[in-house]
């Protein structure tokens, strides 16, 4: 074995480019490394367990992988050739066939003699066992970079010419540099125009020493924070931000706004952070805080500060890329920016005061929806009816009435300036202007809530006007979409119709209510013409979606199967459900029963005509069926009372005295007799005893 197949050193790439898309900068550091390092741990370049770091700035993407070979170990390889019928014939000299098929390998005649006979299925085979040559890094390096770059998930692609001129290339940004460093040692690669060197650049503004020229692959990232002002590590850089986050929090009493989504962000925007305290008017704070926080946020990119009780204040964080002797200049340029900012939002919030929310439900009228659904004011009255409905069910009348005028009011923010500005504000605004109006809270609070659960883990609306309200616009936007055709098809679901689902599934299971009643209605609701097929649709999507939640959550497939398989009409049983399937999965007679139930269901599929629901003892020849009648007798009351009771872990437990009678009949009773009248007496016993056992869940499922 030569001596570079034994050289390891840790691996260096970087790939310096102009300023990478924010949003997406951590998924694509994180997409570079992995499948860089997966691509030379295929080439036997690398360990599998190889320690890889993944760096990530404006300005660069970088991956560093321990103990990489110079070259990759000899590897044996064989390669099946053909059968030996093919390859050689009745004197056992070589075929034409064979002779081709080595030629292409690198082998001749000499070969053959070495050739080796194999089993392959019912024939022999002749392989040939030869051994690779391990792949040169430059060369499996150069590969991986590729395959690296071709597989990143680049939100949108950029094609700009090369320094020719000429030539032009596609990547997410262009790069301008690239290093390629095993140990202190460059490694000839090439990518987008660009040869491998060892120099890279610094902080635009900060960096002490232009170019940063890399001593070796394990010198990068102090090297490029020293001499380059730069934190290259995207987790060193936001570890840092939140640690200067609070420090200039904390002498202020106040905290910043949590936001994981704005912390990675702003990670993404700056190389070496500097945070700073900056501030504006009071007067501002008149503002819903909401509306003042988005502002900050989304156009500005600023922690907003909240005091001990959780209200806002008139400061936030800046977290500047620079860091200037004197930061007086940037703190007030930043101050300077926000003001209009938030001059815009007061102005927003005093203009839409001064007309009723009410007054803007006409408005509504002239808002598409759908092409195929009408306006947001056919989509209101729709939504009125169905939260209506839900209401007299769950409330009476009075529930009604609120549920009916809180989704009429639902949707009016829609039209108003600051929700035309921040979309993301529409519940919440409509909130606020009802409350201006003088409309009681339980009305107004709905008209926020009734967007909610937003997604997983979100809080559930605050009252039952907003459940009403909730759930019929989650019902009406799934019944609507399904019953045109709008169905989500793999992971394209444009309409978030699992998210609706979802929605649905919450609010039904953590306030008791069926879900058959408020789907008939929400489809009740419509006066276009819809699919007649989209009510048992929407039904069938609710239940997998339930289905995939609940195996998200831990619950075995069979398990959930088993329960969901009878269609619960309400959630809040299914939890209980599921605990007691997965009990009586451990009984020792739980896998005779299951089988048992799977036979007794096929055996009633199969049945010609009605099946009667309850067997004539009268009738009964063999001593085993009497037997299981009489059991049953005893174990049905008792499992029906404990499952009407709702302790479905006794109603099942209770089953597993039939076990002895149910074997004894299968093992000694015909069921399909030559007399019709016993053998539909039979089936009726056997309905019996289908319809006991499955009142908890489909235990057929928990068959092997």
Not at 195 to 223: C, I
Not at 289 to 301: R, W
Not at 383 to 400: C, K, N, S, T, Y
């Amino acid at each position: 074995m030569s001596t570079d197949v034994i050289k390891a050193a840790n691996l260096l790439v970087e790939l310096f480019v102009e300023e990478l898309p924010p949003k997406a900068l951590k998924k694509l550091g994180e997409a570079f490394a992995a499948a860089l390092a997966e691509s030379l741990v295929a080439q036997g370049l690398a360990d599998a367990k190889a320690a890889v770091s993944h760096f990530a700035s404006p300005r660069r993407l970088g991956v560093h992988v321990a103990n990489v070979l110079a070259c990759a170990a000899e590897k044996s390889v064989s390669t099946k050739l053909m059968p030996v019928a093919v390859g050689l014939d009745a004197a056992g000299n070589a075929t034409p066939a064979l002779l081709k098929r080595l030629a292409a390998l690198g082998a001749d005649a000499s070969a053959v003699a070495g050739l080796r006979r194999a089993a392959d299925g019912k024939n022999e085979a002749l392989f040939y066992d030869s051994v690779a040559a391990g792949v040169p890094l430059a060369e499996g390096l150069q590969r991986a970079l590729e395959s690296a770059m071709a597989k990143l998930p680049i939100p949108k692609v950029m094609t700009y010419p090369l320094a020719d001129g000429w030539t032009t290339v596609n990547f997410v940004r262009p790069v301008h540099g690239l290093v390629a460093l095993h140990g202190a040692d460059i490694v000839p690669v090439s990518v987008l125009g660009l040869n491998a060197g060892r120099d890279t650049q610094g902080h635009r503004f900060e960096a002490r020493v232009s170019p940063v020229v890399l001593a070796s692959a394990d010198s990068y990232a102090a090297q490029l924070k020293d001499e380059g002002a730069v934190i290259a590590s995207f987790a060193e850089r936001r570890a840092d931000i939140v640690r200067q986050l609070q420090a200039a929090a904390a002498p202020l009493g106040f905290k910043p706004v949590d936001d994981d989504a704005l912390l990675d962000e702003v990670t993404a925007l700056v190389e070496r952070p500097n945070v700073l305290v900056g501030t504006f008017e009071t007067t501002f704070l008149d503002v819903p805080p909401e509306c003042l926080i988005l502002t900050m946020k989304a156009n500005q990119k600023y922690f907003p500060l909240l005091d001990s009780s959780g209200k806002l204040t008139n400061q936030f964080l800046i977290v500047s890329n620079i860091s200037p002797a004197d930061a007086s200049a940037v703190i007030e340029g930043n101050e300077r920016v926000v003001r209009p900012r938030l001059a815009d939002a007061k102005f927003f919030f005093d203009q839409d005061r001064k007309k009723a929310l009410d007054s803007r439900v006409l408005g509504l009228a002239k808002v598409v929806y759908h092409n195929k659904l009408g306006t947001q004011g056919e989509r209101v009255t729709r939504v009125q009816a169905i939260a209506r409905a839900i209401g007299e069910q769950i409330g009476g009348e009075a529930l009604a009435l609120k549920a009916d005028q809180a989704a009429l009011l639902a949707k009016a923010d829609l039209l108003t300036d600051m929700v035309g500005e921040f979309p993301e504000l529409q519940g919440i605004m409509g909130r606020y202007y009802a409350q201006h109006d003088g409309l009681a809270d339980d009305i107004a609070f709905a008209i926020e809530d009734h967007y909610k659960p937003r997604f997983s883990g979100d809080e559930l609306p605050r009252n039952p006007v907003g459940v009403c309200v909730a759930l019929a616009d989650k019902l009406e936007t799934l019944v609507g979409l399904f019953g045109i055709g709008e169905k989500p098809t793999g992971d394209k679901d444009p309409f978030a119709l699992r998210r609706h689902a979802l929605g649905v599934i919450r609010l039904l299971a953590e306030h008791h209510l069926p879900l058959s009643t408020p789907i008939r209605e929400a489809s009740a609701a419509f006066k276009v013409s819809l699919r007649s097929e989209a009510v048992s649709e929407v039904t069938d999507f609710i239940y997998e979606r339930f289905a995939n939640s609940l195996r998200e959550s831990g619950s075995s497939a069979q398990t959930v199967d088993a329960v969901l398989a009878l269609r619960p009409d309400r959630f809040h049983q299914v939890g209980r459900r599921l605990i007691a399937v997965r009990e009586f999965a451990h009984l020792p007679e739980a896998p005779a029963l299951a089988a048992a139930n799977k036979r007794v269901g096929n055996i009633l599929k199969k049945a010609e005509g009605a099946v009667g629901e309850s067997a004539d003892p009268a009738r009964f020849v063999e001593d085993a069926e009497k037997a299981l009648f009489a059991a049953l007798s005893e174990i049905a009351p008792l499992a029906d009372a404990a499952f009407e009771a709702g302790d479905y872990t006794a109603s099942l437990q209770a089953l597993a005295a039939l076990k002895t009678p149910v074997d004894a009949f299968f093992d000694s009773v015909m069921v399909n007799a030559d007399d019709p009248a016993l053998k539909a007496n039979r089936l009726a016993l056997l309905n019996q005893l289908h319809q006991t056992m499955n009142r908890v869940a489909d235990l057929s499922r928990l068959a092997a």
